[in-house]
Structure formats: structure tokens, C-alpha cells
């Protein structure tokens, strides 16, 4: 978790805002009690972050079989989720986080039934989110010499792995794109 910037706190308090609002308008929250999220605290994940792109954090000791709202210590979001080119997935992102925060532990059936109830564009960016937070915290390029296809990567593959599509040994290229 990292302190968030002025600009950070703004963006994270209109999103909270947003997602609160379009909760209330959906039937299914409708009855209930949404007002203790709005105490929750938000902040970001570390920038090279790539796999997680929310986390909702719970109190050290609140009892783990029954977790409650007023036992959640922080949500944080990626710092690149803030940028208003992913809002839409943002906010399917804290609608996501809000679900644990409920009480919903695991990403069972009943969880993705709730994930599938909000209305909104975006929800299925999550993968494209991955590719280009991969991209940027890439150091080396796994480049297939055959199709032209580029993994980017943390570490070196060292002729260890192949082209998903064509199978030949990849390439080891570093990665000259800048990290931002
Ligand atoms: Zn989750
Ligand atoms: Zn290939």
C-alpha cells in the first residue's frame, strides 16, 4: 500500500462517489445498508503492481469466518486504474472490492452473481489492464523470432519457454520502453 498523492485522494473519493451511486440504483442493493462503505478508506497499490488490481484489506484479528464492513482497514486500487481512460473498469473494480468488503470472502458462484449484476461497460478490461501494466514493468521481451509475437516480461526466459502460437524457443530482448 503507498500514501496517496492530493490528486490520488480526488480521484478515489469522486470514484467511491460514483460506485456508491450506481450500487444504490441497482435493485439488488436497494434494501441494503450501504452507508458503511462509505467510511472506508481508499488508497493504491504499488505502480508495479500487475496481477492485482484492487485489494481489500481487513483489520489484523478480525475473526476470518465472519468478516464484517466495519472490519475492513483499506481498499486500495491500482495507481493506474486513476487515469479517466480506465473509469469504466475502475469502477467495476471497486464495485469488486466493495463485494469482499460486504463480507463476500471468495470468488464463488454467489460472488461472480453479484459481479454480474452491475450494468456497466467496462468490466471485462481486465485483461487488457494486465497486458499493459505488464508492458510497463517489463524489463525483457520474450520474442518469438518466427510469428513476431512479444511476451513482456519481469525475467529472462533463458530458452526455457516457447511461442504459445507456433512453439519456437523465445528471445531474450530488453524491454526500451519507459516505466511510468
Ligand atoms: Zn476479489
Ligand atoms: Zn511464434
Not at 473519493?13 to 452507508?35: C, I, P, R, T, Y
Not at 523470432?145 to 529472462?156: F, N, V
Not at 519457454?161 to 530482448?173: A, P
Amino acid at each position: 500500500m503507498a500514501k496517496p498523492s492530493v490528486q490520488q485522494n480526488q480521484r478515489l473519493a469522486q470514484l467511491k462517489q460514483d460506485v456508491l451511486v450506481q450500487m444504490e440504483s441497482m435493485g439488488h442493493w436497494s434494501q441494503e445498508n450501504l452507508s458503511p462503505l462509505q467510511n472506508i478508506p481508499l488508497a493504491v497499490l504499488r505502480k508495479n503492481a500487475t496481477q492485482r488490481h484492487g485489494v481489500t484489506r481487513f483489520r489484523r484479528g478480525a475473526r476470518t469466518t465472519e468478516l464484517k464492513t466495519k472490519d475492513v482497514e483499506t481498499i486500495d486500487l491500482h495507481p493506474n486504474l486513476l487515469s479517466m481512460e480506465w473509469n469504466d473498469y475502475a469502477r467495476f473494480v471497486l464495485y469488486h472490492e466493495y463485494l469482499h468488503a460486504l463480507g463476500n470472502r471468495f470468488h464463488d458462484t454467489a460472488f461472480h452473481q453479484l459481479e454480474q449484476l452491475w450494468p456497466f461497460p467496462g468490466a471485462d478490461r481486465g485483461r487488457e489492464f494486465t497486458q499493459l501494466m505488464r508492458q510497463k514493468s517489463a524489463t525483457w521481451l520474450w520474442v518469438c523470432t518466427t510469428c513476431d509475437k512479444k511476451y513482456p516480461r519481469k525475467r529472462k526466459a533463458n530458452r526455457r519457454f516457447r511461442c504459445r502460437t507456433c512453439s519456437t524457443i523465445l528471445t531474450d530482448v530488453p524491454n526500451m520502453q519507459e516505466v511510468n
